[in-house]
C-alpha cells in the first residue's frame, strides 16, 4: 500500500511539474501570462493536497548521517562583501530581516541562538539525483519570524543571498509562510556538529526538510517579508524557478 501511495503521488507531481514547466514557453508566446498562472496555481494546490502543512519529513539517526556531505550550487562566493566576512570568520555577520515586518532586525548567529536552537538530522536530495543524510543545527524560521513580527499583508519570505548566479545577480528564492513556520524550517549554522562549512554556506543557510536541494538558499544575507513575488527577480519566486524550475520542489 506504501508503494502505490508512492507512485500515485510521484506521478501527480510529475504530471503538476510538466503541466508548468513545460507550458511554460507555449503560454508566454501563444496564450498569455494568465495561463502560465493559472498552471501554477494548481500545481500549488496539487502540492499542498499531496503534503499538507502537517506533514514531516522524514528524521533519521546518528547511525544514517552520510559520511560525505557534498555540496550543491556554489561553493565559494566570490562577492566583496562575503569575502570580507569570510576573512575575519564571520565575527561581524549579521543576518538582515526586513519588509513588511513590525520590528526590522539585524541578527548575529549568537541572537539567532539565543531566539531558538534544534537539531535535526534530515536527508537533502538534490535535483542532480544525488542525496545526502545530515545533522543540522539551527534556529526555527518561525522563532525568527515572531521575533520581528510579520505583517499581515505578508504572505512570502525571500531570502537573498551573498553569492552571484551572473554578475550582479545574488541568488534569491522564496517560500511562502506555511513553509517558513514549518517546524522542520531551520536557518542552519552547524552540520554534524561543527559551524557550517563554506562549501555548505557558511555562515547560514535555509534548511527546508520538505523540498529539494535547489531551494535550500545558502550563504545568506538578508531575509525579506513580501506580499507578491512580483519584483522577486522575474517574478517566478527563485533564481532557477527563472529558468523554469518549479517554485514548490516537493519531495
Known amino acids: 500500500m506504501t508503494d502505490r501511495r508512492s507512485f500515485l503521488r510521484m506521478t501527480m507531481v510529475g504530471a503538476a511539474g510538466v503541466l508548468v514547466v513545460g ?6 508566446t501563444l496564450w498569455g501570462p494568465d495561463v502560465l498562472g493559472q498552471a501554477e496555481g494548481l ?3 496539487v502540492q499542498a493536497l499531496l503534503s499538507p502543512s502537517g506533514s514531516m519529513a522524514k528524521e533519521y539517526t546518528e547511525a544514517d548521517i552520510s559520511p ?10 566570490a562577492t566583496p562583501a562575503y569575502q570580507a566576512l569570510l576573512a575575519d570568520n564571520f565575527r561581524d555577520y549579521k543576518l538582515q530581516v526586513d519588509g513588511l515586518v513590525r520590528r526590522p532586525a539585524s541578527l548575529s548567529i549568537d541572537q539567532l541562538k539565543r531566539l531558538d536552537t534544534r537539531t535535526q538530522i534530515t536527508r537533502h536530495d538534490c535535483v542532480e539525483g544525488w542525496s545526502a543524510i545530515g545533522k543540522w543545527q539551527g534556529t526555527a524560521l518561525s522563532a525568527v519570524l515572531d521575533h ?3 505583517d499581515p499583508r505578508a504572505r512570502f519570505v525571500v531570502f537573498h543571498c551573498f553569492d552571484e548566479m551572473e554578475e550582479d545577480t545574488p541568488y534569491y528564492e522564496s517560500i511562502d509562510l506555511t513553509e517558513a513556520r514549518h517546524p522542520q524550517t531551520l536557518l542552519a549554522f552547524a552540520l554534524n556538529d561543527k559551524p557550517l562549512p563554506v562549501p555548505n554556506g557558511a555562515p547560514l543557510r535555509l534548511r527546508i526538510g520538505r523540498q529539494l536541494g535547489y531551494k535550500q538558499a545558502k550563504y545568506l544575507a538578508r531575509i525579506e517579508l513580501v506580499s507578491s513575488l512580483e519584483d522577486i527577480g522575474d517574478g517566478n519566486g ?7 524550475y518549479e517554485w514548490y520542489a516537493g519531495i
Do not use: A, L
Open 23 to 28: 507550458c511554460d514557453r507555449i503560454s508566454r
Open 43 to 45: 500545481n500549488r494546490r
Open 68 to 77: 560525505v556531505f557534498h555540496p550543491n550550487g556554489t561553493t565559494m562566493p
Open 148 to 150: 520581528v513580527g510579520v
Open 238 to 244: 527563485g533564481y532557477w524557478e527563472d529558468q523554469g
